[in-house]
């Protein structure tokens, strides 16, 4: 057989060429996807991640609730300017314990993903009550209901906690009871701060050499 | 892809491109050469009265467009990783690649850096074109608390051109401060006091520039609990990050609302450690910047 008649054939049936279009555009799929699926590195946490405690879990849903990755990314990618500017580009065994992951894809404002320890918890208070108070030329919204709404009202932590077991982070009971009472008197803010505080501490340069 | 999860995941990545790629061939080959146009000459259906299938064939650039996108693919996927476990001849790695640009760039630095590193502050203060960069690193480091200007803000974060540093102003206590940061703790002191402690301490350090009166009530309660970090005077440490309290230079303030406030509840300034985001030429950029 050669081409033109395998051509004409699989023109003149229908079902034929239906097979044929989604067979090979299944190939694509078979080779990119599948053996990444059974990749270990891609679900091996590095060796400082951990999961988030309750306070930190709860300020992630307040990232995502106030829409922070809309204008912040968390991924520092490889190149030199980045790694400059930022710090050591993001590894994929940081992210194993997000989800969903908040890499973004717009930087109106900067990378936050090496945010951790680069401002006191002060600054971060009053930048995100108004921001122009630091910085004076800053387009950032402010969000000043943070300080007045408690943290433990976002949702159930318990549940939250949980539900992220059954999905193989590894919380164990006592932290799932303790969470409730780990929220006490936190405030949104104090929730956010503290997961602002803890981006990007999941990778140490020791880790370098498995590179 | 050098890290497959089995050597099955790897065999299957090789069979399925190269199979993919073998039929791409076999079907471009065959629909311009595999032809026979004598066979082809059959009775051919006519639609529409005079619409029939025509025998031209295909332009040939078009195969060798596509002919020699296959062998670009092949050579590709023999230099770079994409074959399964297979690395590549050039045996390129993302990693590596952000790694040698990465040196790259140190190199092209190094001996800028060196000359910098070797010279005296003075001489650095000296260069008009070194402190431009060393401004720059400040606005981009440093502004974010203590201002644009250095001025501090917010009360919060200090002043960089008054003469009462906190954490003192030599070059060495600077470059401490920049690489190690800070952390003020000076601890709550309204249960140890009592409302009626702190409102006659406050007015002891409110007054206390100016001169207080021996007899002052909160005189003695001033040397029983601050001497230690604030000294006997009231001069303050800079080891410990305790100010002078007898300037005019306060940074959460110095009226009796402030001071009072400050006793309250403490304060636990914090300046971040920037040792691991900085490098050593930085550093001494901005401390040439601020130290005088």
């Not at chain 2, 060495?172 to 006091?193: V, Y």
């Not at chain 2, 304060?267 to 920037?274: K, N």
Request: net charge negative; hydrophobic share 40%.
């Amino acid at each position: 057989m050669n081409g033109l008649t395998f051509h004409r054939k699989v023109e003149e049936n229908t079902g034929l060429l239906i097979f044929g279009i989604l067979f090979v555009s299944a190939i694509g799929g078979l080779v990119q996807l599948m053996p990444v699926l059974n990749q270990e590195s891609l679900e091996t946490a590095t060796a400082n991640t951990r999961p988030y405690s309750a306070v930190e879990l709860t300020g992630r849903d307040i990232y995502i609730r106030e829409g922070c990755s809309v204008c912040h990314s968390q991924q520092v990618r490889p190149l030199v300017a980045e790694l400059e500017r930022y710090g050591p580009y993001s590894r994929a065994g940081e992210f194993v314990y997000d989800r969903p992951f908040l890499w973004g894809s717009k930087r109106t404002g900067p990378d936050l993903h090496r945010l951790a320890g680069k401002y006191s918890d002060d600054w971060h208070r009053i930048h995100l009550l108004d921001p122009r108070a630091v910085v004076e030329n800053s387009i950032m919204p402010a969000y000043p209901w943070l300080a007045e709404r408690a943290a433990s009202e976002t949702g159930n932590i318990e549940a939250k906690m949980t539900a992220l077991r059954r999905l193989g982070h590894p919380y164990t009971d006592e932290e799932i009871a303790n969470a409730e009472s780990d929220l006490e008197g936190v405030m949104e803010i104090d929730a956010l701060i503290a997961y602002l505080q803890m981006l990007g501490t999941g990778y140490s340069a020791e880790e370098e050499s498995g590179e | 892809m050098a890290d497959m999860p089995s050597g099955f995941w790897s065999g299957w990545i090789i069979a399925l491109t190269l199979s993919s790629l073998a039929g791409v061939a076999w079907l471009v080959w065959s629909i311009y050469y595999g032809r026979d146009l004598q066979e082809e000459s059959e009775v051919e259906p006519v639609w529409d009265e005079d619409l029939e299938e025509g025998h031209n064939p295909p332009p040939l650039w078009w195969f060798w467009m596509l002919f020699g996108a296959l062998i670009f693919t092949l050579v590709y996927i023999m230099l770079f990783p994409g074959l399964g476990n297979y690395s590549g001849v050039l045996n390129w790695s993302q990693g590596k690649r952000v790694a040698d640009s990465y040196e790259d760039f140190q190199a092209n630095f190094a001996e800028a850096r060196a000359e910098v590193l070797n010279m005296s502050l003075v001489e650095i203060q000296n260069d008009l074109d070194l402190m431009d960069t060393a401004e720059r690193l400040f606005r981009r480091e440093c502004s974010a608390c203590h201002g644009p200007d250095g001025r501090g803000q917010a009360n919060m974060f200090p002043n960089l051109h008054d003469v009462d540093w906190q954490w003192g102003a030599s070059a060495e206590q600077i470059e401490q401060s920049i690489r190690g940061g800070r952390n003020a703790n000076m601890i709550a002191w309204q249960a140890i006091l009592g409302d009626e402690g702190v409102e006659q301490v406050a007015d002891y350090v409110v007054n206390l520039r100016q001169g207080v009166d021996e007899s002052h009530p909160g005189r003695a309660m001033f040397q029983q609990n601050c001497v230690a970090c604030h000294g006997m005077d009231g001069t303050g440490n800079p080891a410990l990050g305790a100010p002078n309290l007898t300037d005019n230079i306060w940074l959460y303030g110095g009226d009796m609302d402030a001071v009072r406030e400050t006793l309250q509840q403490g304060r636990f300034g914090v300046m971040p450690a920037f040792g691991e985001r900085l490098d050593d030429m930085q550093i001494k950029l901005l401390i040439a910047l601020l130290v005088r």
